[in-house]
């Protein structure tokens, strides 16, 4: 392994606009902390709003300029070599997500798959963008086609709960449609994404076409209001969303918006347990429950619903919590202080509110523990329906567990929420799963699995979890527009 200090002094903290790493006119930046031991890990460049302008018009330049002109197979080209460094160096990459947000350094790297193969397919997509030509029934000859031209400038603001597969994700195939970009990462996890942006810089993306903004929200902002830029990609929480959407009003920018979720994993009596059990646990558990799709609402047939509560539970004590440099680490803490207090407030709130708690519900301190906000993967049963923990996105490690008694009762119950991200469906019965598949309202639904992804397949909201897909050709789609062109014949 790097050693990790020698990592940071070798990762870029200042701006990347036009092809250069800068710092921020202002000359302002803020501490990145590791939060296994609360120590400063490095201080980032804070973008302000001129820096926000030049990257903007570096990402303009850039599209008026070489950009432009490259074919498809040159953006393919580009991207094919840009996974090719990402691969080479992923152990470095999935290191520093591992410092700066506490992501297990085993579960780190074992996103190789999915980055690297992510970069792949959308470096594929690059030469299958395609119009159509359309029959119509005007009265003179006339033939009508479309083309697709990039969208334009795209602002990717990404959380902090996987950096370097949202960056990936979000400017591969941004690229791959002729777009350019400003990425602005999250204030707890800018340092895979700018590590990235050189990497982009190596593969031979031109100047301009990648820029990097780091900041918080006021850097966000900025770039949500500025007039040069055409789309907004999102990822993060449904509050933040809304203030987005707002801003965007005002250009009438393209929005995508990746937002929370409560989603439900319905445990029916036939399912193998066996399977479902390990799955439902860490489909909340995993990256310590900071993950957007997490199964946090597991309703349980009522005939098994004991059998599934040990289970969890067992499952969640022997889960080994520890400091996420430990290759044997499955839990690491969560991402900050401000994150624990979220979760800190809802350990207290669900017994408050008559919850049973099962196993954890409270910080480890333990050791080496002490440093870091690690909370015990926390399982409470006998929640009801109107509880606070039942309702509100916690993002962090915390299951709710339901009794249900028939189909149409926790297909309602399961749609009873604002949210309609993902969902599970757990049952020998083809015909049962694939009715409750087709009445839950959300964008992802998970049969006798949970988490499965894949740059192919969509992936995005219903109701307040958002709209726009990211993943499959619809993903390139979101960053093109559509000319239709007319040509008479005769
Ligand atoms: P957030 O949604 O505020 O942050 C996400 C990104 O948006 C960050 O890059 C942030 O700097 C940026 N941002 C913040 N305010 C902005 C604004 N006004 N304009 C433009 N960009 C802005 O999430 P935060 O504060 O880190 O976490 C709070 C809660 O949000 C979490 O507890 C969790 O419930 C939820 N969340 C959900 C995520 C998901 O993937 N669904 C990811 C991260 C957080
Ligand atoms: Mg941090």
């Not at 850039?62 to 432009?68: C, E, I, K, Q, Y």
């Not at 029934?137 to 370097?164: C, R």
């Not at 929200?217 to 929480?237: C, M, N, R, V, Y």
Request: glycine fraction near 10%; include cysteine.
């Amino acid at each position: 392994m790097t050693d990790p200090a020698t990592l940071i002094a070798d990762t870029p903290t200042r701006l990347l606009i036009d092809g250069r790493f800068v710092s921020g006119e202002a000359g302002r930046d803020f501490a990145t902390l590791n939060p296994c031991t609360g120590e400063e890990l490095a201080r980032i460049a804070e973008a302000g709003p001129a820096d926000v302008d030049r990257a903007v018009a570096a990402a303009r330049a850039a599209l008026d300029g070489p950009w432009g002109r490259f074919t498809p197979a040159q953006r393919q080209a580009v991207l094919l070599r840009l996974a090719d460094l990402v691969e080479r160096d992923f152990d470095d990459l999935a290191l520093l997500d591992t410092l700066e947000m506490g992501r297990p350094i085993t579960a780190a790297r074992g996103m190789r798959d999915i980055v690297t193969r992510a970069l792949r397919h959308f470096a594929g997509l690059a030469t299958a963008i395609h119009g159509q030509t359309l029959g119509n029934s005007f009265p003179v000859d006339l033939m009508a086609m479309t083309l697709k031209e990039p969208i334009g400038v795209v602002a990717a603001i990404i959380p902090w709960n996987g950096p370097l597969f949202s960056a990936a994700w979000k400017i591969a195939p941004a690229l791959a449609a002729g777009c350019s970009v400003v990425l602005k990462p999250a204030e707890d996890a800018s340092l895979s994404p700018l590590r990235f942006g050189a990497l982009c810089l190596e593969a031979g993306v031109p100047a301009g076409v990648v820029n990097i903004v780091t900041g918080a929200g006021a850097t966000g902002a900025a770039l949500t209001e500025h007039p040069g830029i055409d789309k907004i990609s999102f990822t993060g929480s449904c509050e933040t969303g809304q203030r987005i959407i707002a801003a965007s009003a005002g250009t009438v920018k393209r929005v995508t918006m990746e937002l929370g979720g409560k989603s439900p994993n319905i445990i029916f009596a036939d399912a193998d347990l066996s399977r479902a059990i390990p799955a439902a646990a860490m489909g909340v558990f995993n990256n310590a429950g900071q993950v957007c799709a997490a199964g946090t609402r597991l309703f349980v047939e009522r005939a098994v619903y004991d059998e599934v509560v040990a289970g969890v539970a067992a499952f969640a004590e022997s889960l080994r919590l520890g400091p996420s440099l430990s290759p044997d680490t499955q839990i690491g803490p969560l991402v900050s202080a401000k994150q624990f207090s979220r979760v800190d407030h809802y350990l207290d709130r669900g017994p408050a509110e008559g919850a049973r708690l099962v196993t954890g519900g409270a910080r480890v301190t333990e050791g080496v523990l002490a440093t870091g906000h690690y909370v015990a993967p926390t399982v409470f049963a006998d929640v009801t329906d109107d509880m606070a923990i039942a309702r509100e996105e916690i993002f962090g490690p915390v299951a709710s567990i339901f009794a249900f008694d028939t189909l149409d009762e926790v297909i309602e119950r399961a749609n009873a929420t604002r949210f309609g991200l993902a969902g599970g469906v757990w049952t020998r019965d083809i015909g049962k799963a694939m009715a409750a598949v087709r009445r839950v309202r959300a964008g992802t639904l998970w049969v006798n699995h949970y988490f499965a992804m894949d740059p192919a397949v969509p992936f995005g909201g219903y109701k307040m979890s958002g709209f726009g897909r990211e993943g499959g050709f619809e993903h390139v789609e979101s960053y093109l527009n559509t000319k239709s062109v007319w040509i008479r014949m005769d």
